[in-house]
């Protein structure tokens, strides 16, 4: 089993940053495909962005692209989203996800076993 912990939501002002941890304990994630997922309230859950296990290939969200950066640490068995130029409709729960290895679908929530509690992450305008 693999339990994930994601830290550093706040509340920021637009135009801010925030980064995101995500650590994972139980079981190295070294080879995991990890996604970060947010959900505002009202909505569904939608993709964010990804990065792979084996050569560490990611994915962005169109809405994201270019402001949001996903990275690991494999040697602190840990996940980071960096969130720059935030917008108010960023505001949602942020969601850190992992699966032992996916083919296809990485943007979709159902493809992912293991799944954080969530960070707030609140941006005023």
């Known amino acids: 089993q693999v339990q994930l912990l994601e830290s550093g939501g706040g509340l920021v002002q637009a135009g801010g940053s925030l980064r995101l941890s995500c650590a994972a304990s139980?079981?190295?994630?070294?080879?995991?495909?990890m996604g970060w997922f947010r959900q505002a309230p009202g909505k569904e859950r939608e993709f964010v962005a990804v990065?792979?296990?084996?050569?560490?290939?990611?994915v962005y969200a169109d809405s994201v692209k270019g402001r949001f950066t996903i990275s690991r640490d494999n040697a602190k068995n840990t996940v980071y989203l960096q969130m720059n130029s935030l917008k108010p409709e960023d505001t949602a729960v942020y969601y850190c996800?992992?699966?032992?290895?996916?083919?296809?679908?990485?943007?979709?929530?159902?493809?992912?076993?293991?799944w954080g509690q969530g960070t707030q992450v609140t941006v005023s305008s």
């Open positions: 139980g079981q190295t994630i070294s080879t995991y495909t």
């Open positions: 990065i792979r296990g084996s050569g560490g290939s990611t």
């Open positions: 996800a992992g699966n032992p290895r996916i083919i296809v679908g990485v943007t979709s929530p159902l493809r992912y076993a293991y």
